[in-house]
């Protein structure tokens, strides 16, 4: 069955305290790995697109890495700011799958 | 990027009545969709509007409750119909755009029904 599945659920850190959310897929014949921020109350705000094992993609504080079974999206010194839920989607042939998030709050 | 803007952002809606949702994109975009976000819960593709056709639904939306339109190649509307507390949510237009196959997403409609 087609999935995607992200880890923790919710993740509590200290502003500066660095840590990595997880996204693992079982989506058969994949297109792309995307991940996203979301405030609450607000759409989707699109971060990056990975395509294939090995790739990397970084803005700012986060950077995101993409292996053949799972992404990981890294948090490098976070801020207050960062806190956000963050989404994971996959493409598979014929449609997008999503995660269920990851909730983050950065205390200061 | 495609620029995504919903309106409304935000309404109150009284049972039993219809909502209609607009969603406009600033660029020609061949794929136009439309999700459900339920308080706490990941994204639901409600369905996928087609220029020019009816839209396709996915498995537990159908047409007489979430009619949709698509006239263009920028324009899309979702009705929620007939509305009872349980459609209360947030609703998201999406496009994809480019040959990368990323999706965008509109700022939302927030509609709680009493």
């Known amino acids: 069955e087609d999935q995607v599945t992200q880890s923790p659920e919710a993740l509590r850190l200290q502003e500066g305290e660095s840590s990595s959310l997880n996204c693992s897929y079982t989506?058969?014949?994949?297109?792309?790995l995307f991940w996203y921020r979301q405030d609450p109350g607000k759409g989707p705000e699109f971060l990056f697109t990975l395509y294939s094992a090995g790739e990397e993609k970084e803005k700012e504080r986060l950077k995101a890495t993409l292996t053949k079974k799972e992404s990981f999206l890294h948090i490098t010194a976070p801020k207050p700011e960062d806190s956000a839920t963050y989404l994971c989607a996959v493409s598979g042939i014929n449609k997008f799958y999503f995660g269920s998030g990851t909730k983050l709050n950065v205390k200061p | 990027s495609a620029v995504i803007s919903q309106k409304p952002s935000r309404d109150i809606c009284q049972r039993g009545t219809s909502l209609t949702i607009q969603c406009q994109v600033d660029s020609q975009v061949t794929m136009m969709f439309w999700y459900r976000q339920q308080p706490g819960q990941s994204l639901t593709l409600i369905a996928t509007?087609?220029?020019?056709?009816?839209?396709?639904?996915e498995s537990g939306f159908v047409i007489d409750k979430f009619p949709i339109s698509r006239p263009n190649l920028t324009f899309s509307t979702l009705t929620v119909s007939n509305m009872s507390p349980e459609d209360s949510s947030i609703y998201l237009c999406?496009?994809?755009?480019?040959?990368?196959?990323?999706?965008?997403f509109g700022e939302g409609s927030w509609l709680t029904v009493v």
């Open positions: 999406s496009a994809q755009q480019g040959t990368g196959n990323t999706i965008y």
């Open positions: 989506v058969s014949g994949l297109r792309g």
């Open positions: 509007a087609n220029q020019g056709s009816e839209a396709t639904y």
